[in-house]
């Protein structure tokens, strides 16, 4: 008892100690939202199986990426004085103006789904940073392979640092077409979006994303990455979701799936997702390649659908 007590008091004194300024607190928590934000966007972009597989339905987005805002503001805080209300009032502006952008996202995507099943055109959209030639693309992350002796092995990793895999995830992991490297072998891993590789609308189909990619030097990765990048990238942010570029593999159903590594804010999962060569992806959506022996073309171009 007493132990707990002085570690209590221990705790409130260093707490006295701390000095906030008013715009460090609120600045620091209007961050912490934009963050959120950005994670109820990505959530937003995802399909009803998709979130299934994080473990939360359309409806629980709101929640999952409110919640830990509404555990914040019950946080104590110093007074902060007329300056620090000043300080909240232009971030609140400023919150309600994100908000409503976001919520407005999440709308655009529903309608944008229903285009997709009428076979709709989608509204253009201006590239970012236009890669030219996957020589330029600087290596994103190293991982390592060949370390597993069989699938059931590379399973029983993911759990015991308590990875969470999707349903379709656990089902290609444990098809025969899953292959794992014999030889230890270190890989280059590299990222990029539809949106960098050219592609001006809202969406582009998943063969054109991957004969783009291929056609810019990058190459398609071998599907055992995804469960190897998973085990390796334990610091993931929150609200990222990385789709592997790789050649979809069947379930026992006939479905092509390729897999995803993602942190939805619930933890750190494989899911797969839609593997077919014209399943519908974001521009946003940001892929992991492999580098190609190929050489790459000099010059970017845009590509219209």
């Known amino acids: 008892m007493s132990t707990i007590h002085g570690a209590t008091e221990l705790g409130q004194a260093t707490a006295k100690r701390q000095v906030f300024s008013p715009l460090e607190v609120y600045w620091d928590a209007f961050q912490k939202w934009r963050k959120r934000e950005r994670l109820r966007t990505e959530l937003c972009h995802l399909s009803e199986r998709e979130l299934t597989d994080i473990g939360i339905t359309p409806g629980d987005i709101d929640y999952v990426t409110s919640n830990r805002w509404r555990r914040d503001a019950t946080t104590p805080r110093h007074s902060t004085g007329w300056h620090g209300a000043i300080v909240l009032m232009l971030l609140c502006t400023c919150s309600l103006v994100f908000a409503s952008e976001t919520r407005a996202q999440c709308t655009a995507?529903?309608?944008?789904?229903?285009?997709l099943r009428?076979?709709?055109?989608?509204?253009?959209?201006m590239p970012q940073a236009l890669v030219r030639s996957a020589v330029d693309v600087p290596v994103w992350k190293k991982i390592t392979v060949g370390t597993f002796s069989d699938s059931f092995a590379l399973r029983n990793a993911l759990h015991a640092v308590g990875c969470g895999t999707g349903g379709s995830a656990r089902e290609i992991l444990a098809r025969p077409a899953f292959t794992l490297s014999l030889?230890?072998?270190d890989l280059e891993l590299f990222t990029v979006s539809a949106a960098e590789l050219g592609f001006q609308t809202e969406t582009a189909s998943l063969g054109q994303i991957y004969a783009r990619a291929q056609q810019l030097g990058f190459g398609?990765?071998?599907a055992e990455?995804?469960?190897h990048l998973r085990l390796q990238y334990l610091d993931q942010p929150i609200g990222e979701f990385l789709i592997i570029g790789m050649e979809p593999i069947k379930t026992w159903?006939?479905?092509p799936v390729i897999l995803t590594v993602a942190n939805g804010g619930a933890g750190l999962i494989l899911i797969g997702q839609d593997g077919r060569a014209d399943a519908e992806i974001s521009v946003a959506s940001r892929f992991v390649f492999v580098g190609s022996h190929k050489a790459a073309p000099a010059e970017a171009a845009l590509v219209h659908h």
Do not use: F
């Open 118 to 125: 009428l076979k709709k055109t989608s509204s253009p959209v």
């Open 225 to 227: 990455i995804a469960p």
């Open 183 to 185: 030889t230890k072998t």
């Open 253 to 255: 159903e006939g479905e």
């Open 220 to 222: 398609l990765a071998a």
């Open 109 to 115: 995507r529903d309608g944008l789904q229903k285009q």
